[in-house]
């Protein structure tokens, strides 16, 4: 009988999830600022249309759609897919013998004796492999199969040790996924489709194939081509440490491990995005896939993790607030734009927005 009830609560939440509507003062809730806010960008030119919506324990409270986007829009999200991406390989790790600290060459056996061939996985999707983080120009990283990447980005020089510096890019991911690709005995986009995309029913999401209008690739840092409905059922999942309704689709010690501190004893240069675009300055800065941009400082746990896109679409998850919301957005142009806007280090507005929103809808009801 719990079980029935606890499929009845998600489809409730996902059928409100089906209609693009603007719930002001659901709930109670205020949520004139934030639209204020994504209606501003949308009038200045920023964005051409974009969507957002937030869930509370596990209630919709708010939910808009802008300049013709409609729940079922498809974006590239750029950066946004590595939390998905970081996903796809951690429902490998649950369901095949590819372990966390399993090195390059394990997997890809041609290099089991280079020195790359000793990098962990985890250090692949922490960005603390020492590889490069981009492909140097003018060479272009628009590869449909991640066993060409390979074939480019393990030839390259380490700019040093694995471990030793945080280095946030793209490349490392590739050889996450060719590693997963070996475990499972399918390529990314089928192993994404069965462990992920069926399970949440995810139906208009995809990795392959790669767009290369724009930067859209490498496939697994920047390739997710989503939609608001799809990536909230993502958010969902992972907020319910790794069950969807009825289904487990990730271990909650994996949802645990991705959400941890892997940047550990790494250097981190100065001005990276949690010290840039939310002015903190801890140390553990990302996890497996994903930015832990809020940490309690007593237990050193992420309470607000998120994976923002160089274009605009901001995903999050604030554990202290019981929420989780998802600004879904392809930037028009640049990423800078005149007066200081940035699609990237701007997004954090967004959950603090929401932060502060509940924070006074809490006070405001207190005796």
Known sequence: ???????????????????????????????????????????????????????????????????????????????????????????????????????????????????????????????????????????????????????????????????????????????????????????????FQSLIVGPLGMKNSHFVPVNTDGGHAPMLAGGLCTTLDDYMRFLGMIYHNGTFGDKVVLKPETVREMQADQVREAEIPSGTYVERALKQRHTGIYGLGEWRELVDEKTGEACQISSPGWAGAYPWINKRDGVYGFFIAHVAGSSEKDGGFSSFYGSPVISKTVSEIVSNRMNTYKY
């Open 1 to 191: 009988m719990k079980n029935l009830i606890k499929v009845g609560m998600w489809a409730l939440s996902l059928a409100v999830l089906s209609s693009c509507l603007h719930r002001k003062g659901a709930e109670g809730y205020d949520f004139a600022p934030l639209d204020s806010i994504v209606g501003e960008w949308i009038g200045k030119g920023y964005y051409p249309g974009a969507a957002v919506c937030v869930v509370k324990d596990d209630s919709t409270v708010f939910r808009k759609c802008y300049g013709g986007f409609t729940g079922d829009t498809k974006v590239y999200v750029a950066s946004a897919g590595k939390w998905v991406a970081a996903a796809v390989i951690g429902a490998v790790v649950d369901s095949t013998e590819l372990d966390w600290d399993d090195p390059v060459g394990k997997w890809l056996f041609q290099y089991r004796d280079d020195p790359k061939g000793q990098i962990p996985l985890r250090h692949l999707l922490s960005h603390t492999s020492g590889l490069l983080p981009y492909l140097p120009e003018p060479e272009v990283d628009n590869f449909n199969r991640l066993e060409q990447a390979v074939e480019v980005i393990l030839p390259l020089d380490t700019v040093c040790a694995p471990g030793a510096r945080f280095e946030y890019g793209g490349l490392s991911m590739q050889l996450a996924g060719r590693m997963a690709e070996m475990a499972m005995g399918e390529d990314f986009e089928s192993i």
